[in-house]
């Protein structure tokens, strides 16, 4: 040990970065000097961190490096330990270094140590039961492993991490978890038809709370906020949209043979703040009779000027080619399933596997308008009426940057339904930041010149996320009647392509 120590700092240092950071701590117990060089040795740790996780975008202040390893240390530990009541108790720290390491991950989704990290951990189903499968959600659906958390904040945090994850959690139960029940007679005949006879999966529980009616109200901004109206995610709520999603897209991928690729299937991918990256332009630039490209006007060209000024201070990065999916039951079955019994306010709805409509949308998006921070909500003012120049929402606690409110224009088309009027609408709405710092979309359809849908939704993984928009939709009157559903929206690319000439339709479906 003698020699270890005559050598110089320089050489040590690049010794001890050679290590695992787990040992580390054991190293500097070995003797005072070796705690003297390693306790407070930023550089160091630093340089450990580097080797190991992705460098983070450093803000004002730069992370304190030791503190860093330390907690990564243990929640290593944690997801390599077997014990699964060990996990479980350890969900909040757990969740909160999950978000730091992956808001701090590097956009190239290839080459993020991070993500890698997290993904082999999360190949064990043990952690995936511990720390993914822990909202109120899996109380009923979930596995003998699979318990939900003990308090409301943990549930949300299980529910955020599983929405993070990406890939929805929807296993075939064991034969002993079968219903052998038969299905309500005062339900409709299409669910009349079938003796629920098979295994309950996790997408019929989630989908009892996307269609329960109950949830879309003025507190949750008919969206996947809490009941509270101070617009905070809802991640429960989030949870269940994606798995019904999830298993809708799926179905509709195997019987598409192949032609609709899968989608959420790679962990944890596109779940960083940024990782949106735009697919590369397809189409060639369009040319007159004799070849050559066009000359535009000077009103076109003042447009695309003021356009394209628009776009360079909108920070969410809204124009350009999105790709939605919007789910329904039919609205005898969604009517039936509401309101055909009465049941205690706090009570939950029976699961339900009435198969739903799936539309796949392209929709065109373009900036219009861009306000400052903290003005009004959609409601408080007209299409293109006076502003009321406050959300009245407490920011009190808000973390970071204020970002605008940006609005948008644009039109949707059906990719395998022209044929349905319900498809095929302008569209508008706003971006903004919610008081907790979520990116909150809303959404208007307009059908011949009247508005008809409405959505609220949530980008899972914040601002320019490849993941996407997670929401509900609705009547733009809110009844309470219905219709209303799940919706998701991400995008594909910043070009505004031209349908007839583009071969995306055919791509998708």
């Not at 296993?171 to 052998?180: A, E, G, L, N, Q």
């Not at 009103?299 to 124009?319: C, F, K, T, V």
């Not at 205690?344 to 409509?357: F, G, N, S, V, Y």
Request: with cysteine.
């Amino acid at each position: 040990m003698s020699s270890l120590l005559e050598l110089s700092h320089e050489l040590l240092h690049c010794i001890f970065c050679e290590i695992e950071p787990a040992d580390l701590s054991s190293l500097s117990k070995t003797c005072r000097a070796l705690n003297s060089y390693v306790k407070g040795n930023r550089l160091l740790h630093k340089d450990l961190y580097m080797r190991r996780y992705d460098e983070p975008r450093i803000g004002h202040v730069e992370p304190d490096w030791e503190e860093e390893i330390q907690k990564l240390v243990q929640l290593e530990k944690i997801l390599e330990c077997e014990a699964r009541d060990s996990k479980s108790a350890h969900l909040q720290f757990v969740a909160e270094r999950i978000n730091r390491l992956i808001v701090t991950a590097s956009t190239d989704r290839g080459s993020s140590l991070n993500l890698r990290m997290l993904s082999e951990y999360f190949n064990d189903t043990t952690n995936i039961d511990a720390f993914l499968c822990a909202s109120s959600l899996f109380a009923r659906a979930g596995s003998e492993h699979q318990n939900q958390a003990p308090t409301p904040e943990l549930r949300q945090a299980s529910a955020k991490l599983h929405c993070l994850f990406g890939v929805p959690i929807d296993p075939i139960p064991s034969r002993s978890s079968f219903s052998r029940e038969r299905p309500n007679p005062l339900l409709s005949p299409a669910s009349c038809t079938r003796l629920q006879s098979r295994p309950l999966q996790t997408h019929t529980y989630a989908r009892s709370k996307v269609y329960d009616l109950r949830q879309y109200n003025d507190g949750t901004l008919w969206g996947p906020f809490t009941d509270d109206g101070s617009q905070r995610a809802d991640w429960e709520k989030v949870e269940a949209i994606m798995i019904v999603l999830g298993f809708n897209l799926n179905k509709f991928s195997e019987r598409s043979d192949g032609r609709w690729p899968r989608v959420w299937h790679k962990p944890f991918v596109g779940a960083t703040p940024g990782s949106y990256i735009s697919l590369a332009p397809t189409i060639a630039e369009p040319t007159d009779k004799e070849g050559t490209a066009p000359t535009d006007d000077p009103a076109m060209l003042r447009i695309r000027e003021l356009a394209l000024s628009l776009d360079a201070q909108d920070p969410y990065g809204i124009s350009g080619t999105w790709m939605r999916v919007v789910c329904f039951l039919d609205y005898n079955d969604l009517y039936a399933f509401n309101f055909s019994q009465r049941i205690p306010e706090d009570a939950l709805r029976d699961p339900i596997d009435t198969e739903e409509a799936i539309r796949l949308i392209k929709i065109k998006l373009q900036v219009t308008k861009i306000e400052p921070p903290g003005s009004g909500d959609e409601d408080e003012y007209a299409e293109d009426g006076d502003e009321s120049g406050s959300d009245g929402m407490d920011w009190s606690g808000f973390q970071g940057e204020r970002l605008p409110v940006v609005h948008f224009r644009g039109n949707s088309r059906s990719l395998h339904a022209s044929w349905d009027p319900n498809a095929n609408s302008r569209i508008r709405g706003t971006v903004r930041q919610t008081p907790e710092g979520e990116i909150r979309w809303t959404t208007f359809s307009i059908f011949h010149g009247e508005e008809r849908w409405r959505s609220e939704g949530i980008q899972v993984g914040g601002l320019r996320s490849a993941r996407g928009v997670l929401g509900n939709w609705f009547d733009k009157d809110y009844d309470m009647h219905g219709p209303a559903g799940p919706t998701a929206f991400w995008k594909i690319t910043d070009e505004m392509e031209d349908d007839k000439h583009g071969n995306t339709p055919l791509a998708y479906y």
